[in-house]
Nanobody
């Protein structure tokens, strides 16, 4: 079983930056692709980005392209989401989840394990 724990959320002003971390523990955690999702109040969970198991493939939603960067350090069992030029519409709870591949087309049920989420609020 894989456990995922997110951290790094907080309150930031528009235009600011945050770096989220997703620490994995459990069986062969570096064999999994990791995706980041976010959910704003009253809205559905939205896919944000993903990274393949070896870090060689990354994908981004159009809304965050050129502002967010996903990366992973398998030696530390950690995936990062660097978020720059943050906007109020980036506000939400951010979740990381594991999957068998990095793809923007996976359904939510294709993600095996989920973290508990970390709150990101972008407001002046």
């Amino acid at each position: 079983q894989l456990q995922l724990v997110e951290s790094g959320g907080g309150l930031v002003q528009p235009g600011g930056s945050l770096r989220l971390s997703c620490v994995a523990s459990g069986f062969t955690s570096d064999y999994y692709a990791i995706g980041w999702f976010r959910q704003a109040p009253g809205k559905e969970r939205e896919w944000v980005s993903c990274v393949s198991s070896n870090g060689g493939d990354t994908k981004y939603a159009d809304s965050v392209e050129d502002r967010f960067t996903i990366s992973r350090d398998n030696a530390k069992n950690t995936v990062y989401l660097q978020m720059n030029s943050l906007k109020p519409q980036d506000t939400g709870i951010y979740y990381c989840a594991s999957a068998h591949k990095c793809s923007r087309w996976l359904y939510l049920y294709e993600y095996d394990y989920w973290g508990q989420g970390t709150q990101v609020t972008v407001s002046s």
